[in-house]
């Protein structure tokens, strides 16, 4: 059986391949390995999650899962690059109505508006009964539409708080199963 040190490297290599090559290893090599489950949907796919010193490096499938056994989708494939992506938007961008231009805000300011938005449009719009007088309890001028990366709780708080708690009839998401 072949075996290679990391400490004492072979003078030659008798195998098809340099001793450089055989010098390299996995860039997860001594990570942490902790066992996860895709939030993105119902099918449940196993993660493996690795970090080392604290810091996230890779997302995979885990192939012991019993329900995806080591396969992930392209969106839990990609799971690492929505956590660490230098293109990832992280503060609130607000267009005012009629402007050309995003302009950077809070997430307090923007958490502010939106409460404030809902609880005026809903105030105006709230309807106790139909016109026969069956209850109905509902708003039908907010909608919210999710997308693709909002998790299943996520996706849970939204149904319960828009839904049950403020009566918004529109709820959708893009990834739902
Ligand atoms: S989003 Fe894809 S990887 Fe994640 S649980 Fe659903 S099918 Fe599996």
């Known amino acids: 059986m072949f075996r290679f040190s990391l400490t004492r490297k072979p003078k030659t290599s008798r195998e098809p391949y340099s001793l450089e090559t055989l010098g390299k290893a996995s860039r997860l090599r001594g990570a942490t390995v902790t066992e996860g489950i895709c939030p993105y949907c119902a099918v449940g796919c196993g993660q493996l999650i690795y970090s080392k010193g ?9 192939p012991e899962s019993p329900i995806s056994g080591g396969h992930l989708c392209p969106k839990g494939a990609n799971a690492f690059q929505l956590s660490v992506n230098s293109h990832r938007v992280r503060n609130v961008l607000y267009r005012a109505p009629y402007s050309d231009h995003w302009e950077t805000r809070s997430l307090e300011w923007a958490q502010e508006q939106i409460a404030q938005r809902v609880k ?17 309890n509902s708003v039908r ?9 909002i998790d299943n ?21 893009q990834a739902r199963i």
């Open 120 to 136: 005026a449009t809903r105030d105006a719009d709230f309807t106790t009964r139909d016109e026969q007088g069956r209850l109905l």
């Open 141 to 149: 001028s907010i909608g919210s539409l999710g997308g693709a990366t």
């Open 153 to 173: 709780e996520e996706n849970y708080l939204i149904k319960k708080l828009l839904g049950g708690g403020l009566g918004v009839v529109s709820i959708e998401n």
């Open 54 to 62: 604290g810091e996230l490096i890779d997302i995979e499938g885990d």
